[in-house]
T-cell receptor, first 111, second 115 residues
Framework: AQSVTQLGSHVSVSEGALVLLRCNYS??????LFWYVQYPNQGLQLLLK??????LVKGINGFEAEFKKSETSFHLTKPSAHMSDAAEYFC?????????FGTGTRLQVFP | DAGVIQSPRHEVTEMGQEVTLRCKPI?????LFWYRQTMMRGLELLIY????????DSGMPEDRFSAKMPNASFSTLKIQPSEPRDSAVYFC?????????????FGPGTRLTVL
């Protein structure tokens, strides 16, 4: 069965530091891959999406992710964290007629 | 477009009462999803519809939960009778043509508290 694994339920970084959130997927064929962000008391919103083609995908708010088929990974990065990046981040994979979500990673940013 | 609209935003009720959550998807979207989010279980897919028809309700926890989509612009999730363990944030989401490859757009959620 398809699955998405997010390593680390909590990640803490200092403001200005690199953000790295890890995501691995399992699928028999290269899936579409998504990163969603959920700010406190809000719904999920799309950060970025990989379909086909270029493996480095740029999203909103300075985030980007790289699709690595050999590693079945789709890690999310941002060069310099901002306080406003504090949120929960969900990785998702395209499934049969629905998305397969990971369990989420809560990002804390310290001043 | 106004995005996915959910009502109410907050609901507090007593155990045993009926609760109805409402959702208006983005106009033109063929798919509608209901999710539940709790600290313990994370984000769970409850049920989804394609062109108003329920496709997969395997995530509905028990018979106390039911969902309908009478037309393309409206869906309800009903819990009868409600129990304290149903306390959660319930999200509705919609997507344009497919359930798995199109972006899902989420509503702001309904925070349900069952006392």
């Amino acid at each position: 069965a398809q699955s998405v694994t997010q390593l680390g339920s909590h990640v803490s970084v200092s403001e200005g530091a690199l953000v790295l959130l890890r995501c691995n997927y399992s699928s028999s064929v290269p899936p579409y891959l998504f990163w969603y962000v959920q700010y406190p008391n809000q719904g999920l919103q799309l950060l970025l999406k990989y379909t086909t083609g270029a493996t480095l995908v740029k999203g909103i708010n300075g985030f980007e992710a790289e699709f690595k088929k050999s590693e079945t990974s789709f890690h999310l990065t941002k060069p310099s964290a901002h306080m406003s990046d504090a949120a929960e981040y969900f990785c998702a994979s395209s499934g049969p007629d629905k998305l397969i979500f990971g369990t989420g990673t809560r990002l804390q940013v310290f001043p | 477009d106004a995005g996915v609209i959910q009502s109410p935003r907050h609901e507090v009720t007593e155990m045993g009462q009926e609760v109805t959550l409402r959702c208006k998807p983005i106009s033109g979207h063929d798919y509608l999803f209901w999710y539940r989010q709790t600290m313990m279980r994370g984000l769970e897919l409850l049920i989804y519809f394609n062109n108003n028809v329920p496709i997969d309700d395997s995530g509905m926890p028990e018979d106390r939960f039911s969902a309908k989509m009478p037309n393309a612009s409206f869906s309800t999730l009903k819990i009868q009778p409600s129990e304290p363990r149903d306390s959660a944030v319930y999200f509705c989401a919609s997507s344009l043509w497919t359930g798995g490859t199109d972006t899902q757009y989420f509503g702001p959620g309904t925070r349900l508290t069952v006392l």
